[in-house]
């Protein structure tokens, strides 16, 4: 049963990054606008928000000082989207230009303010967030030791913004409106939604939730930022797709890419998976060999938002 | 005259027209950050990321070259994946795997002549780069998923495969990287090496001269590239027209692949002492290929230019370690470039509108 905990507490170090990057994705792809500069954003939010943890660590520590440094990391990662969000709507120009340049900008930015500030590129930082143990809940049988200890506050906030996008984007106005400009801007525009204002507002989300998704990333699994999110940004690009742009299928692959994390990292810890005669790069590949297959079976009808990298031009109604 | 405003309207040239603007702009901003982080060098040191290349006489013209050529083979893959409407973001598996063939053949086929075991070895990484791009096209084609995801999974399963298989076969446990290749697989320097006094140099740039002019004609002389593209402009038209869009599909992936594999097998065959590592980080060749296709516009020509221009300032970002700038301010200057393409669209238009007023003055003058 012990392992069975492990699993599920280490799962979420993995899952909870990917599903709150992942959902800003849908966010802004619902809207009409591809956003591959999740990997960026998450730098810029994870770089800011470690920086302040840096910097403020000496007068405050423990959850304060993080959710503190989450709300940093997401207003990084919604200014940031702006320049995505220019460049995309109101230059109309290919989605991907702006994306690369981002992602090109963040890691690069990261390290040379990093270096110039305090010579090194990898900013120090102390771990004092982790739980190990909620107090009251984490006494529960079976659901306390699952979800209850051994965790960070970023998966509940990971979990709330799940729960959050899933009623926003399927039931408000507001999500109405975004898949609409994703699906038929012009039909939208014609019964008065303003197109660019909703792809902005979509690409700010996914913005703040990449930027926080940084933070998130890096708090449990290192004491350091190295101006490198490890992928983790074209990995729920990823988990967008495989989640067909859907919120509740995206928490479904964010947590199958998750587990199949979990035993390729930590399957040494795992003692039926230990005996196996396979090496640790096999393990390494299965979570992207899983999902190949996975998608190769599944990806028949792709449920893509159909204006999804269209330039909407007020013009060519 | 008439002529003349022919040449402003003219597509080509309003491109290069908003491409330099775009640098202009990426080296003032740089030029500001410069500044910002220490005044009194920036001047100089603009002056040097400008020099780039040309800092060191013929051996910095030798660095760019030798940095060039990856790029420019990844590049050549991206843009031509562009060109058919594909976003193959997984440069960087296939340039692993092409680089990882051509070593293998380099260090294990040593029973080939000299003359043809490099040859054979660069065959190599042609071949395994192909074949890691055919599996996104091949899934994209045949079951419709996204070769987007498909491509980004590759590309980690590129990394961790070669990974295994370096350890397995022609590993240097010593310094956790390959053994070194011998001299019959090294890639011909062609005297190049007293030419430009880098002993890094050979005819690598060649080859990647001769992908650029072959992907050229392939593009804009043959029905098969006029197949690709139609691909690219509109998938359904195309297959209304009679084209297999299928069959296209899986071409160009396989075509780009083949391309960034060469590419990794011109950098690892190049005897300048760099070695493939064991370290679970993606080939960054890759998605500097992705940079150079947007910055060459998906030309062949452009992306050859693309892919110099962004070597010689990265020459340059090394030169100005010299004055304690970090070399990372390079990679910020190419990424304003990069996002200043996007105004590209602007640009053309304001160029269009000019030239249209002129025309209309004189019209009115007259």
């Given amino acids: 049963m012990d392992i069975f905990y492990f699993i599920v507490q280490q799962t979420m170090f993995f899952a909870i990054p990917l599903l709150i990057v992942a959902l800003g994705g849908m966010f802004a792809e619902r809207s009409g606008v591809v956003n591959i500069a999740l990997e960026g954003i998450m730098v810029m939010g994870a770089f800011t928000s470690i920086f302040f943890i840096h910097f403020m660590q000496d007068k405050m520590s423990g959850q304060l000082l993080l959710i503190l440094a989450v709300l940093v990391a997401g207003l990084t990662g919604g200014i940031f989207s702006l320049l995505h969000a220019f460049a995309s709507i109101n230059l109309k120009a290919d989605q991907t230009i702006s994306g690369t340049a981002l992602n090109m900008f963040a890691p690069a930015f990261a390290i040379f303010t990093a270096r110039m500030i305090q010579t090194v590129q990898q900013v120090q930082f102390t771990d004092t967030f982790f739980i190990s143990k909620v107090p009251v809940l984490g006494s529960i049988p079976v659901i306390g030791p699952l979800l209850f200890r051994n965790c960070y506050i970023t998966t509940y906030i990971g979990i709330g913004i799940a729960i ?14 975004l898949r609409s400009c994703g699906e038929h801007p012009q039909a939208a525009d014609s019964v008065g939604i303003n197109v660019y204002k909703i792809r902005y507002a979509g690409v700010v989300i996914s913005g703040v939730l990449a930027g926080i998704g940084g933070l998130v990333f890096v708090v449990p699994t290192s004491t350091n930022f190295n101006a490198t999110v490890a992928g983790y940004g074209f990995l729920a690009l990823a988990v967008l797709i495989f989640g067909q742009w859907r919120t509740k299928r995206i928490i479904f692959a964010a947590f199958f890419f998750g587990i199949m994390k979990t035993f390729a990292s930590a399957y040494s810890g795992i003692p039926f998976l230990k005996g196996l005669p396979i090496s640790n790069e096999v393990y390494k590949m299965i979570p ?30 | 005259m008439k002529k003349k405003h022919n040449l402003l309207q003219s597509k080509g040239t309003s491109s290069f027209f908003s491409v330099i603007m775009a640098i202009v702009a990426g080296l003032l901003f740089g ?13 100089p040191a603009l002056i040097t ?21 990856p790029i420019i083979m990844t590049g050549l893959s991206v843009g031509f994946a562009f060109k058919t409407g594909l976003f193959n973001i997984g440069a960087s598996g296939q340039f692993t795997t092409g680089a990882f063939v051509a070593v293998y053949i ?22 395994a780069g192909a074949l890691w791009g055919m599996v996104p096209g091949i899934l994209k084609a045949l079951a419709n998923v996204n070769e987007v995801i498909t491509s980004i999974m590759m590309n980690y399963i590129g990394i961790y495969l070669v990974n295994m298989l370096i350890v397995k076969s022609i590993y240097d446990p010593l310094k956790n990287q390959t053994e070194s290749v011998p001299k019959s697989a090294i890639i011909p320097r062609g005297g190049l090496e007293q030419l430009f006094d880098v002993k890094n140099m050979n005819i690598g740039i060649f080859i990647a001269i001769f992908a650029v002019i072959l992907i050229y004609i392939v593009l804009s002389k043959t029905t098969f590239g006029y197949e690709l593209k139609a691909c690219g402009h509109s998938p359904s038209a195309s297959q209304y ?20 594999g060469l590419g990794g097998g011109l950098l690892y065959l190049s005897g ?40 010689h300032i990265k020459v340059g970002g090394n030169n100005i370690q010299l004055y304690n700038y970090s070399a990372e301010i390079i990679d910020i200057i ?27 003055e004189k019209e009115e003058g007259r």
């Fill in chain 1, 164 to 177: 959050a996008a899933e009623i926003v984007i399927n039931h408000t106005r507001f999500g109405l409106r």
């Fill in chain 1, 288 to 317: 992207y060999i899983a999902t190949l297959v996975i998608l190769t079976i599944s990806s028949k009808s792709s449920q893509a938002p159909r204006a999804e990298g269209i330039p909407y031009d007020k013009g060519s109604r």
């Fill in chain 2, 31 to 43: 030029f500001v950050i410069l500044l910002i982080s220490n005044y009194k060098n920036a001047f």
């Fill in chain 2, 49 to 69: 990321i400008i020099k780039g290349g040309f800092t060191n006489g013929t051996s910095g013209l030798g660095q760019v070259l030798y940095m060039a050529t």
């Fill in chain 2, 106 to 127: 380099g260090i294990k086929w040593t029973f080939l002549p000299s003359g043809i075991h490099w040859i054979v070895a660069l065959l190599g990484a042609i071949i």
């Fill in chain 2, 241 to 260: 027209a009679g084209i297999n869009d299928k069959r296209n599909i899986i071409l160009s992936m396989v075509i780009a692949g083949a391309l960034a």
């Fill in chain 2, 272 to 311: 300048s002492g760099k070695y493939m590592q064991v370290i679970d980080i993606l080939a960054p060749e890759g998605f500097n290929g992705i940079s150079v296709a947007l910055l060459g516009m998906s030309n062949p020509i452009g992306i050859l230019f693309a892919g110099l221009f962004i070597a």
């Fill in chain 2, 334 to 360: 190419i990424a304003v470039i990069i996002y200043c393409g996007a105004f590209s669209l602007l640009f053309k238009n304001l160029i269009h509108k000019l030239t249209r007023r002129n025309k209309l």
